[in-house]
């Protein structure tokens, strides 16, 4: 059985193509498959059938009825892979914006696991054909480090120690506005928006516990760059909570109203540092991912705008 979404459209998202509005909206989509599925009909809007170029008005209902995936073997695909460390057990890696985890519809092909079953034949099958390996995900345009498991046990004990907040995650951001805290805590349950059943929001109904610490390490005025330290790992939590304080990740598709005045392609958030006890020796371990070129040119331009 294939997914649902409906999407009441809200007034700041009015005259947005619907295609490229839903290529940030379902972003594990890829803007191709979201317009073959409006041009065969099963994305709808006021349940009738439109053009991939239909400009959204305040009011509409979008309703797409996504298909089950396929039964499919995967297959190796020899993309290059930057690997911060692998041994018997765990492969961890820096992983480029842009590149979406696993297979989803739309996306069979170009996914970190199709590199990894490239690099490597050994990796967990617990979460079957679809995600193997894979016990914890980034989004689509978050860069950084991600690690993933090579055989069975090493998954149980990954999925341990993140379920009982044993993984340190520490990611980079620039969002908007000037935040005049030098350090914050936002404690703030996470859910499915109540209308916008593609997006997270914070909320008391259905929400589930979501921790954020944050600290700045420079303001630029209209911006600030921040260190960003999650206890849980609730989807889009990050984005989610920085948008509900104000200050939304620049660039993020869904949750920030703004568009974004340099050259980057996707959110400014980077999974930098990412520390976890190796699940067979037991010994606390760090790994760091550089911060991508394109987001060092953002803060290199910010900071000659305050010199």
């Known amino acids: 059985m294939g ?19 839903l290529s940030g909206a379902l972003n594990d989509l890829s803007r191709s498959y979201i317009q073959k599925g409006i041009e065969e009909g099963w994305i709808r809007v006021n349940d009738r059938s439109v053009k991939p170029h239909y400009k959204l008005k305040k009011g509409d209902v979008i309703v797409a009825n996504i ?9 190796p695909e020899n993309i290059p892979l930057d690997i911060i460390h692998e041994d018997r057990d765990i492969i961890v890696v820096n992983k480029p914006r842009g590149m979406v985890v696993y297979p989803a519809p739309g996306n069979y092909s170009g996914t970190l696991v199709n590199a990894l079953l490239y690099h490597t034949k ?17 989004d689509k345009d978050t860069s950084g480090v991600i690690v993933v498991a090579k055989n069975d046990m090493a998954h149980r004990e990954l999925v ?7 993984v340190r995650k520490t990611y980079l951001a620039v969002v908007w506005g000037d935040i005049p805290e030098d350090r914050a805590t936002i404690e703030a349950p996470i859910g499915r928006h109540p209308v916008k059943r593609v997006e997270m929001a914070v909320t008391a109904k259905n929400g589930k516990e979501a921790v954020t610490h944050f600290k700045v390490l420079e303001r630029f005025g209209d911006f600030t760059f921040i260190e960003v330290n999650i206890e849980t790992g609730r989807t889009h939590q990050i984005r989610v909570h920085m948008s509900f ?9 869904l949750y920030s109203r703004k568009k974004s005045p340099f050259n980057i392609n996707g959110q400014a958030l980077h999974a930098y540092r ?26 290199n331009t910010l900071r000659k705008r305050v010199v």
């Open 274 to 299: 990412l520390g976890l006890y190796h699940p067979r020796s037991g010994e606390f371990m760090t790994f760091e991912a550089p911060i991508p070129q394109d987001l060092t040119e953002m803060l």
């Open 67 to 75: 298909p089950s995936p396929k039964p499919l073997s995967l297959e």
């Open 3 to 21: 997914k649902v979404f409906k999407i009441s459209v809200q007034e700041e998202d009015a005259k947005k193509r619907l295609d490229v509005f």
């Open 160 to 166: 341990r120690q993140f379920k009982n907040k044993l």
């Open 122 to 138: 050994d990796l967990s099958g617990i979460n079957g054909v679809m995600r193997p390996g894979i016990v914890h995900r980034l």
């Open 245 to 253: 304080i104000g200050h939304p990740v620049v660039g993020d598709p």
